[in-house]
């Protein structure tokens, strides 16, 4: 007997879909099928023809089709949640492209029907989440060696785009249409990695720049500084104008220190004992071993880097393995559709201290303010439709 796979459809067919569309049916996804294709534009039936699957111009079609054993969402940023919704409650399995909304209040109607329905598989797309230098970073800080999270910062600046790139689409970078700019196109998997990895910080203050480099309405850089609460703090700073660009992570521990750079080296420093402890039992010529360099101080810390791999291409049909995967076998999910709420939570608490030029907090994260204030850009936009409270 041939080993069970899933049928699975794409809704929406740009870039992203058409990339996934090619690798399904290109095979690389052992447990997996292409299966349909849905989009409003008619042309793109050819597409789909070319595949030889079913083609639909309504999603509500495609899911009621019984072609599809699930979807994925491959669409602009404010439909993921009512299509994933509109999935579920048709007892049809969802992989929710990255970010799971725009904003909280949309989310977390989607995990309460998530939440209703155990029985089907709601993931989100966390490609990142299957980089093996972010799962060991993760699993190392978790598993307390190097002690607890002092300080963390992380520079990505590597999302340089030309003007053209926002002007070939109405709805890009704009606030009814895309609902932000860098924060949420292109740092969501840092944000997500950032508290996946060193937790999920209680407030924030951040200034941002709204068409700083660019002619557009939403922000092109930020600034944030979070606390993590226990004394922890963290920077983020990210921006769409660097053409260069950095990226570079920083963790601060009790008992040493992470750094990540370019996503691919990773250069740890392990004290040899807690920092405070050290501290108190130094004398000054330990002090000097180490301002004056070239001495010998593996007494008191010792590094080493590692060179990664990048496995870009393998990330995406790894996340559908494993969306797949659960849903034959219960293999757990890589990102769960719940993980999804936190980087939607903290974009929105940097855009809400952002517009109020004030510390927002996000444990306690106050959703009737931030739309309120999102409706009013929308407002001022003329072109969409405000959002609804939920």
Not at 69 to 78: K, M, N, S
Not at 241 to 262: A, C, F, M, N
Request: charged letters at 20%.
């Amino acid at each position: 007997m041939a080993d069970p796979k899933i049928r699975l459809g794409i809704i929406g067919l740009g870039a992203q879909g058409g990339y996934y569309a090619g690798f399904l049916a290109a095979g690389k996804v052992g447990n997996t099928v292409l299966a349909a294709i849905c989009d409003t534009d008619e042309s793109k039936r050819a597409v789909a023809d070319g595949y030889g699957v079913p083609f639909h111009t309504d999603y509500l079609a495609l899911l009621d089709s019984g072609d599809v054993d699930a979807v994925v969402t491959t669409v602009p940023h404010y439909l993921h949640p009512q299509m994933a919704i509109d999935a579920l409650v048709r007892g049809v399995h969802v992989l929710v492209e990255k970010p799971a909304g725009v904003y909280t209040g949309q989310v977390r109607k989607l995990l309460d029907t998530a939440a209703a329905h155990p029985e089907l598989t709601t993931a989100i797309m966390f490609n990142q989440r299957t980089n093996a230098l972010y799962r060991d970073l993760r699993a190392l800080v978790a598993g307390g060696t190097l002690g607890k999270v002092r300080h963390t910062s992380w520079i990505i600046t590597t999302w340089w785009r030309p003007q053209g790139y926002y002007d070939q689409s109405h709805w890009r970078a704009t606030w009814g249409g895309e609902g932000g700019g860098v924060l949420v196109n292109q740092a969501p998997h840092q944000l997500d990695l950032w508290q996946w990895i060193c937790g999920i910080p209680t407030s924030v203050f951040a200034k941002l720049a709204f068409g700083f480099q660019r002619d557009i309405a939403v922000e092109d850089e930020v600034t944030a500084v979070v606390d993590f609460g226990g004394g922890a703090t963290g920077t983020f700073i990210t921006c769409t104008h660097d053409l260069p660009g950095t990226d570079r992570l920083e963790i601060l521990l009790d008992q040493g220190k992470i750094v990540v750079e370019d996503s691919q080296r990773v250069t740890v420093t392990r004290l040899s004992a807690p920092e405070r402890e050290l501290s108190e039992r130094m004398d000054m010529s330990d002090v000097m071993r180490i301002f004056t360099g070239g001495a010998d101080t593996s007494d008191l810390m010792t590094t080493t880097t590692t060179t990664y791999e990048s496995a870009w291409s393998d990330q995406h049909p790894a996340v559908i393995e494993n969306f797949s995967a659960h849903i034959l076998d219960g293999t757990p999910l890589i990102a769960p559709v719940d993980d999804g709420i936190h980087g939607v939570r903290l974009a929105n608490a940097i855009h809400l201290s952002g517009w109020t030029g004030r510390e927002v907090a996000i444990t306690d994260f106050d959703e009737a303010s931030y739309l309120v204030e999102l409706n009013k850009r929308i407002t001022a936009e003329g072109t969409f439709a405000v959002r609804e409270e939920n």
